[in-house]
Structure formats: C-alpha cells, structure tokens
C-alpha cells in the first residue's frame, strides 16, 4: 500500500470513529458539535488542559515508538505495558537504591536502568521468537500481566513505603525529578525527550545500514535473506529497541509526575502505544502529532463531561472505533493486519479492565 492511500485511509478512519461518537453524543441528548468543541479547545488551547494533555502524550509517545520499531522489521510488540511496568521498577530501584548522585548524572542513569529493564523484558519474546518460532504476540500479551503483578509484590512489599496507605515506594530523590516544562503544572520535559527519540529514530531507520537491514527485514523477509541480513538478530535488535523505549517510557512516569512507583501506576499507555502507532502509519516522525492526539481525547474528556454533560466513556468508545476502523484501513491481500482486528479488540478489553482494577483498588 502507498503512502499516500494509507494516509487517506486513515484520515477516513479517524473521521468515521469521530462521526459514530457524535451520533451518540446526539443520541444522549447533546449537540456534538459543542461537546466536540469543548473537548479539543480544552485539550490543546487552554494552557491547564494543553498541560495535561502533554502529561499523557509523553508516555505515550515513547510507548507508540515502542511498538513501531518492531512493527517495521515484522515483529508485533504488544507488551509494551509489561515493559513499562518493568522499565518503572527499575529506574524506581536505581533511584531509592543511590539517591545522592547529581541530578544530571542520576536522571540520564535512571534513564538507563528503565531501559534495560524494558529491554530485558522484551528479550524474552524475541529470543522465543527468532530461535524458537513462538508467537510473539501471545508470549508480549500474557507478559503484561507478570509485569503488572512483579510490580504490585513490589509496592506491597520490598518497596512498601513506611506508613503507607497505599502501595507506592518511597519517594525518589528531588534532584532525580524532571524539570517542569510549563510552569504551575505537572508539565515536564517528558515529551521533549519523546520528541529527541523520534527524530533519532527517525534518521536511524531512513539513513544507517542497520535501520534499513531492519526495515527490509518487515518488508519482504525473502529479499533480506537474499541479501545476506541476519533476521534472528534484526528481530532481536528490534524489539531490545522497541523494549527500552517502553522501559523509558514507565521511568518518566516515576520522576517525572508521580516521583515514586505506585502498584497500578500505568493508564494503559502500552495499549494506547499500538493506537498511536497505527494511526502514524508506522512512521516515526509521525508519531508525536498522533499521541498528542490521543493524549487529547483522553485529558479533554473530562471536561466535555463536566461542561456538557457528555459521559466520558463515549470517548473510550471513540478511541475504541479508532483502533477498529485504522487497523481495518491498513487491512491489504498480502499483511497480516486482519488479525491485527481481533488482537487490538481485545488489547483494548484489557485495558479497560486494568483501568477498572484501578479504580477499584
């Protein structure tokens, strides 16, 4: 498919799942129009709800990359919430284990930590994968849930922060916290870092010999072995990627807005991670306009509700019809993406229970 049909696809895409959202607002007694309105100006032109939406956009423009750079060599990464889980508890780790380093050594060091943490966790499919044929997508998606649950023994043990109410760790050293990007918000420079990744991700895929390897690799697999490339190890190299990028991604949640780890402390961002990628069209660089996107929806929901009168859950129901409708626009003869309807439907069942579970908890 080219570029161009694939883009268009996608904009009919988003287009029906807004349409089909109005029809229920409609249904519910509102005017869409004005709901839609309120939505997009509080999410992206007043200053509180533009900050908010940027809070959300950060971890989920690291968790789209995340499942991108995989995608590109033929590889799907659906553990994207199992690796920020893991990314989170490392850094956290590092953290509350060496609090006294500078805050220019210890951040790049927490960084680092998430990253191998997401790395690791993502090793373990893509070892099952490329020397063992194994289903990727099943090995990432029951590894979300060992994530979710190593984190939580955690919290509510090793890291039980002393009196704590809740189960969160202590919290991580002042120096170690991301500086605030606008200020009297939780804004950080989260997203800064999201954009910095994409343009390195971006250049790496279009102009190295080992980006190609790993786009002609998801292209056309014959041709790469044909052409002497090593797919076990570009798989590999893929998803070790895509797994730190993941990793990072729970590291800013932990210094950057919550500044401990809390059981539970992901919204879902390593499902929203998959919408965010199929709606760039696997492209990199435009992966930052998509997560600011999706970020919007969700932190002007809210509001919509509160101004409205509009129940917030017709927006889960539009992101839901967003991630059915792109990933049937994508659907070709010679792609895998039917599959793609049935996994993505119920990646995103399981978000919404693990939201549940939250709430609840």
């Known amino acids: 498919m080219n570029r161009f049909t694939m883009q268009r696809r996608i904009a009919i895409a988003l287009l029906l799942a807004l349409s089909v959202g ?50 590109r060599a033929g590889v799907f990464n659906i553990g994207g919430e199992g690796q920020i889980y893991i990314g989170g508890l490392f850094g ?46 099943i090995v990432t998606l029951l590894m979300n849930f060992i994530a979710i649950h190593i984190v939580s023994y955690a919290v509510a043990g090793p890291l039980l922060a002393e009196g704590a109410p809740y189960p969160y760790s202590e919290e991580v050293s002042e120096a170690y916290r991301l500086p605030i990007l606008m200020p009297r918000s939780d804004t950080h420079v989260g997203f800064v870092f ?74 879902g961002y390593g499902y929203d991670g998959i919408v965010v990628a199929f709606l760039a069209a696997l492209n990199p660089i435009v992966a930052p306009l998509t997560a600011l996107f999706l970020a919007g929806l969700s ?26 409708l792109v990933a049937a626009a994508l659907v070709t003869p010679r792609t895998r993406s039917t599959s793609i309807l049935k996994l993505l439907a119920r990646n995103l069942r399981l978000r919404r229970q693990t939201q549940r579970q939250k709430k609840e908890a």
């Open 194 to 267: 999201g954009l910095a990744m994409t343009v390195i991700l971006y250049f790496w895929l279009r102009f190295t010999p080992s980006g190609f390897q790993l786009d002609l690799v998801g292209r056309n697999a014959r041709a790469a072995a044909y052409a002497g490339v090593d797919q076990k190890k570009t798989v590999i190299r893929a998803m070790l990627i895509g797994g730190s990028l993941a990793g990072m991604a729970g590291a800013i949640e932990v210094i950057g807005l919550k500044y401990r780890l809390f059981h539970l402390f992901s919204d």
């Open 92 to 137: 956290a780790v590092f953290a509350l284990a060496i609090p006294d380093l500078p805050g220019l050594l210890g951040v790049p060091l927490i960084f680092f930590a998430a990253a191998v943490g997401g790395a690791f966790w993502a090793a373990i499919p893509a070892y099952l994968k490329a020397y063992r044929g194994t289903n990727e997508v």
């Open 299 to 324: 932190a002007g929901a809210g509001t919509m509700q509160r101004a409205v009168g509009v129940d917030s859950s017709v927006i889960e129901v539009v992101e839901g019809l967003v991630v059915v």
């Open 22 to 71: 109005g029809v229920l607002i409609l249904l519910d007694g509102h005017n869409p129009f004005e709901a839609y309105k309120v939505l997009f100006l509080e999410s992206f032109l007043n200053y509180w709800g533009f900050s908010n939406t940027l809070v959300k956009a950060s971890p989920m423009l690291l968790a789209g990359l995340a499942v991108i750079i995989p995608m």
